[in-house]
Nanobody
Framework: QVQLVESGGGLVQAGGSLRLSCAVSGRTFSNYHMGWFRQAPGKERTFVARISWNSGTTWYSDSEKGRFTISRDNANNTVFLQMNSLKPEDTAVYYC????????????WGQGTQVTVSS
């Protein structure tokens, strides 16, 4: 079983930055491709970014491209999401997720961390 624990959320003013972390345990971290998703109040969960097992490929939602950066540290079993130039519409619960197959579904999810951006 794989456990994912997000941290780093909080309250920030518009234009500010936050760095989310997701610590992974239970299996070999480098076996997994990792992703970040978010869910705003009253809305469905949406894709934010993803990164391949060796950091060779990253992919972003159009609305986050240029503002957010996903990265990972396989030595410390952690994936990060650096968020810059935050906007009130970025307010959501952010989740990390793991999968083995790049084209498959995410099999493991964290519990989420709240990000609130004030205007």
């Amino acid at each position: 079983q794989v456990q994912l624990v997000e941290s780093g959320g909080g309250l920030v003013q518009a234009g500010g930055s936050l760095r989310l972390s997701c610590a992974v345990s239970g299996r070999t971290f480098s076996n997994y491709h990792m992703g970040w998703f978010r869910q705003a109040p009253g809305k469905e969960r949406t894709f934010v970014a993803r990164i391949s097992w060796n950091s060779g490929t990253t992919w972003y939602s159009d609305s986050e491209k240029g503002r957010f950066t996903i990265s990972r540290d396989n030595a410390n079993n952690t994936v990060f999401l650096q968020m810059n130039s935050l906007k009130p519409e970025d307010t959501a619960v952010y989740y990390c997720a793991a999968k083995v197959d790049w084209s498959g579904s995410y099999a493991y999810w964290g519990q989420g961390t709240q990000v609130t951006v004030s205007s």
